[in-house]
C-alpha cells in the first residue's frame, strides 16, 4: 500500500492548510485511514482517522475541534482540513492505513511511510 501526500506548506499561527492522501494503485475505500504527523526527534503520532464502512471518525485531543478529516471515494483521495494552526502542529504529516478507525487501533498501520508533507506553523 503506497499513499502520497500534498498540500503542506509554511503558514502563520491561526491559519489553514488542507492536507491530501491520494492511493497509488489501489481503492482508498477499502480500507480504514489515519492521518499521522512526526515533528523533529519525535515518533511517529497518530492523529485522527476514517472508517471505511461509515466514515466514523476519530481525533486525538490536541486537533479535536481544529482538523478534520474527511475522504472523497470519486477521486481516491483522503483530506486532513487543518484550521487554527498552533507552532506546535509543526511536523511531517502521513497518512497510512490503520488496522481500524478507533483510539487504539488506528496506531497500527500497514504498509510503510510515504515521503510526507511538511507543515510549519511560525511568524
Known amino acids: 500500500l503506497q499513499f502520497v501526500e500534498s498540500g503542506g506548506g509554511w503558514v502563520q499561527p491561526g491559519g489553514s492548510l488542507r492536507l491530501s492522501c491520494a492511493a497509488s494503485?489501489?481503492?482508498?475505500?477499502?480500507?480504514?485511514i489515519g492521518w499521522f504527523r512526526q515533528a523533529p526527534g519525535k515518533e511517529h503520532e497518530a492523529i485522527s482517522c476514517?472508517?471505511?464502512?461509515?466514515?466514523?471518525?476519530v481525533y486525538v485531543d490536541s486537533v479535536k475541534g481544529r482538523f478534520t478529516i474527511s475522504r472523497d471515494n470519486a477521486n481516491n483521495t483522503v483530506y486532513l482540513q487543518m484550521d487554527s494552526l498552533r507552532p506546535e502542529d509543526t511536523a511531517i504529516y502521513y497518512c497510512?492505513?490503520?488496522?481500524?478507525?478507533?483510539?487504539?487501533?488506528?496506531?497500527?498501520?500497514?504498509?510503510?511511510w510515504g515521503q510526507g508533507t511538511q507543515v510549519t506553523v511560525s511568524s
Open positions: 494503485g489501489f481503492s482508498l475505500h477499502y480500507y480504514p
Open positions: 476514517i472508517s471505511n464502512s461509515d466514515d466514523k471518525t
Open positions: 497510512a492505513a490503520v488496522r481500524a478507525c478507533t483510539v487504539v487501533n488506528m496506531k497500527t498501520v500497514f504498509g510503510s
